[in-house]
């Protein structure tokens, strides 16, 4: 999941040697911090959030495979 998530967000920025994603384990949950360069943030999160919010559905549905909870978070 981890990997699915960089290269999303690297084929979406103008910056994908910015892109890092960091994999934290929370109570039985997956946390995905992905980080972008402060230039490439809209283009990640896209208008009224859609991007954002497609990415983590994405991730999700990735995730439900190997009956795992994943929550993705775009951080600066």
Do not use: Y
């Not at 910056?15 to 994603?21: G, I, L, Q």
């Not at 190997?66 to 929550?71: L, M, S």
Request: charged share 35%; net charge negative; glycine share 6%.
């Amino acid at each position: 999941m981890k990997e699915l998530l960089e290269v999303i967000a690297k084929h979406l920025v103008d910056d994908p040697d910015s892109v890092s994603v960091s994999e934290t384990d929370r109570d039985g949950a997956i946390l995905l911090e992905l980080k972008v360069a402060s230039d490439d943030m809209g283009k990640v999160i896209g208008k009224q959030g859609r991007i954002a919010k497609a990415i983590r559905t994405v991730v999700k549905a990735s995730a439900i495979h190997g009956d795992k909870r994943v929550t993705v978070e775009i951080v600066q």
